[in-house]
């Protein structure tokens, strides 16, 4: 697993679909938000929290079609299938691999993008300790929504369509806790929520990935 968690980091990296374009594309969406709503402070303060994870979110969204399309495309997939790492674990590596490449350099990117939206300094800490939790939900979500979808062609937006529905929670836990850090509120029960999405994706979410990856090789 090990050595395929370095194979999929070196394709990331190699391929431009990784943490680059997402970053790229987190960038811009912070940039451009301060020119659609206005530049008046107290405005971007009590938007800051939303936008930062919806930013986030949707970058992470980017490259997810990419999870087994590489390795669908070079017929790799149904060798890994075959190899001695049952299924479950190429899919929680897959997961794994996704989130290093795209949700950790977003995690650690998004302080200093919050500067740019004037997010209240009490609420830096929640944002990265809301993305660092949430984020690896993400990964693993998008990559059994990615297992649902390989092998269809241009199936970007039926991935789009089937993934988001289900990032609505960690959407809305993860903006609120960093809504409440901005209040000086205690954000103890949104981190819990989110820490619970996270280990229920990646308790079954692979089970459920290699189930489908099983039924799209047949």
């Known amino acids: 697993m090990i050595a395929l968690l370095r194979r999929d980091l070196r394709l990331a990296v190699r391929a431009g679909g990784g943490f680059g374009l997402g ?3 987190f960038l811009i ?28 979110l949707l970058a992470a969204l980017l490259s997810l079609d990419r999870i087994f399309a590489l390795d669908h495309e070079d017929g790799s997939l149904p060798l890994l299938a075959t190899s001695p790492i049952p299924l479950e674990g190429v899919a929680l590596t897959k997961g794994v691999a996704h989130w290093l490449t795209t949700g950790l350099p977003l995690t650690l990117a998004a302080p200093a993008l919050g500067f740019l939206l004037n997010l209240a300094p009490a609420a830096y800490p929640y944002l990265l300790g809301s993305l660092a939790l949430g984020t690896p939900a993400l990964s693993m979500i998008g990559t059994f929504g990615a297992a649902l979808t390989v092998g269809i062609r241009r199936g970007g937006l039926l991935l ?36 619970g999405i996270t280990l229920f994706a990646f308790a079954l979410l692979p089970f459920a990935t290699a189930a489908a990856l099983r039924v799209n090789l047949r």
Do not use: K, N, Q
């Open 29 to 56: 969406v912070i940039v451009l938000v301060p020119f659609g709503v206005g530049p008046e402070a107290s405005v971007l303060t009590r938007i800051a929290p939303g936008i930062l994870w919806v930013a986030a």
């Open 23 to 25: 970053l790229a594309f």
């Open 160 to 195: 789009s369509l089937l993934v988001l529905p289900l990032y609505v929670p960690t959407l809305i836990f993860g903006a609120e806790a960093v809504r409440l850090g901005a209040d000086g509120l205690s954000a103890t029960v949104p981190m819990a929520m989110l820490s």
